[in-house]
């Protein structure tokens, strides 16, 4: 009971309450893209389910979770597979990356299997070391990640499997990695993927839709924009109708009601919430999600131990990436590739996710004065 009662008073309430209000936040949007879809509410269903699991999550010991990450991940490998299966796997837009559960919706195996792979990075690279990386650790955590981001580049979902290499370069440059390697590492990624780029289109390694979508970031100005280039003209489009303080039209219908913006309760929601809270509104929603990211951030340097901060890094890289690429296609800067915005977009996968991978910081949390 002593127990119970110094869990519930140590509890990271505010984070909790943070997370919650930008969900809730995100529900508001999504009833403003598509109102007449049931959409918003299958989210606040979303949410309470996600909130269950989140406080399981938390009042559980992470260390025995991170034990048993073997399990977890080989579960989240197989669930990868199923998605693949013909008959099982759900397709959707040309990519086989949902399952079907009969009256409750979609199911995204590549967001949970974010998780177990997290536990997994952690359990390897959380072990005291008395000397910096060696290459062959550094293999081993390209490894844990190859085997789901090879699964989902299948489906195809590349979007989603981008996602994934935050979380290992993050875990990666907290583990005592030597600082040439960080340097090799970031001349190679600036100079080696438009070398790869421009390889890849005259090779034909990349698909016209993807040049496309490149190209109207590159050159916006020659863009389709009734073609190609007709998500990112038309984001666009809505976020400069919300100027300061969100647009008002007399006849109450927006971009997204008018079915002018493709997918705004998803990957586009950020176009919609600029459209409708102005400047204002959508700065103030990166303030919340910096918060966030910070008290995240002071939980991970609270950590009793190195995994107990690696996992919670690791999903700040993620949250972090998540958030700068979603905001970065709606805004035109970025291709679109599908990213979701975290706690906003809707989606029962997405959300759940998020708040399980809040659940494991709040853990932490918790254990931060147990040896």
Request: charged share 10%.
């Amino acid at each position: 009971m002593l127990l119970e009662r110094r869990q519930l008073r140590d509890f990271d309430w505010f984070l909790t309450a943070l997370a919650v209000m930008i969900a809730s936040f995100g529900v508001w949007q999504i009833y403003n893209a598509q109102p007449e879809q049931t959409y918003w509410q299958k989210q606040i269903i979303g949410i309470g389910i996600a909130l269950a699991a989140m406080f399981f999550v938390a009042f559980s010991d992470y260390r025995r979770l991170v034990q048993l990450a073997p399990i977890f991940y080989a579960v989240g490998l197989f669930v990868l597979l199923l998605v693949l299966v013909p008959g099982i796997g759900h397709k959707v837009n040309g990519q086989q990356a949902w399952i079907l559960i009969p009256g409750i919706g979609t199911f995204q195996p590549s967001e949970f299997a974010k998780i177990p792979t997290v536990l997994m990075l952690a359990r390897f690279f959380g072990r005291a070391r008395p000397r910096p990386l060696a290459w062959r650790e550094i293999g081993v955590g390209l490894g844990i990640l190859a085997l789901p981001v090879g699964l989902i580049l299948l489906e195809p979902d590349p979007g989603q499997a981008m996602t994934y290499f935050p979380l290992l370069a993050v875990v990666i440059f907290l583990s005592a990695i030597r600082m040439w390697i960080v340097v090799a590492a970031l001349v190679l990624m600036f100079v080696g993927v438009p070398a790869a780029y421009v390889v890849g289109v005259q090779t034909g390694v990349v698909k016209d839709y993807q040049r496309q979508r490149v190209e109207v970031i590159t050159n916006p100005e020659a863009a389709d924009s009734r073609g190609y280039g007709y998500h990112t003209k038309q984001s666009i489009i809505t976020v400069g109708k919300g100027g300061m303080t969100g647009a008002h039209s007399s006849s109450g219908f927006s971009q997204a009601q008018l079915k002018y913006l493709p997918e705004p309760h998803t990957d586009f929601i950020y176009a919609v919430t600029a459209e409708n809270t102005g400047f204002v509104g959508s700065a103030l929603l990166l303030l919340a999600y910096a918060v966030l990211l910070s008290k995240l951030v002071l939980d991970a340097r609270q950590a009793p131990d190195r995994t107990g901060m690696l996992v919670i890094m690791a999903f700040v890289g993620g949250f972090l990436f998540s958030i700068c690429v979603n905001v970065g296609m709606v805004l035109g800067l970025l291709p679109v590739i599908g990213v979701p915005l975290p706690l906003m977009s809707a989606g029962l996968s997405a959300v759940l996710s998020t708040f399980i991978a809040i659940g494991f910081a709040v853990s932490v949390q918790l254990r931060r004065f147990v040896n």
